[in-house]
């Protein structure tokens, strides 16, 4: 069963900049393409970005573009994003998903999902 592992998130004053970071498990992380989401308290689940599986093709959803980048290391079977001018409001628990070769943004499409990390942001 593939699994995925997130690391790096924690409290950071606005402005401040984290990277996150997660670890696939399995043989498959090179034909996969990642995704990442976010979800704040009594909010639905958001796109954030999303990597072809090799690496050529970048997707973010127009609230992070241009503060956020996501990379991936397929050496290593693991998809960072860097958060850069963080704000209030990406706080939330930030999670990373897996699908087979295309690039996609919408959360139905991904068959492997992480347990989150927490971001937060404080003004």
């Known amino acids: 069963q593939v699994q995925l592992v997130e690391s790096g998130g924690g409290l950071v004053q606005a402005g401040g900049s984290l990277r996150l970071s997660c670890v696939q498990s399995?043989?498959?992380?090179?034909?996969?393409?990642m995704g990442w989401f976010r979800q704040a308290p009594g909010k639905e689940r958001e796109f954030v970005a999303a990597?072809?599986?090799?690496?050529?093709?970048?997707v973010y959803a127009d609230s992070v573009k241009g503060r956020f980048t996501i990379s991936r290391d397929n050496a290593k079977n693991t998809v960072y994003l860097q958060m850069n001018s963080l704000k209030p409001e990406d706080a939330a628990v930030y999670v990373c998903?897996?699908?087979?070769?295309?690039?996609?943004?919408?959360?139905?499409?991904?068959?492997?999902w992480g347990q989150g990390t927490q971001v937060t942001v404080s003004s």
């Open positions: 399995g043989r498959t992380f090179s034909i996969a393409a």
């Open positions: 990597i072809s599986r090799d690496g050529s093709t970048t």
């Open positions: 998903a897996s699908r087979l070769y295309t690039v996609a943004s919408k959360d139905g499409e991904y068959r492997y």
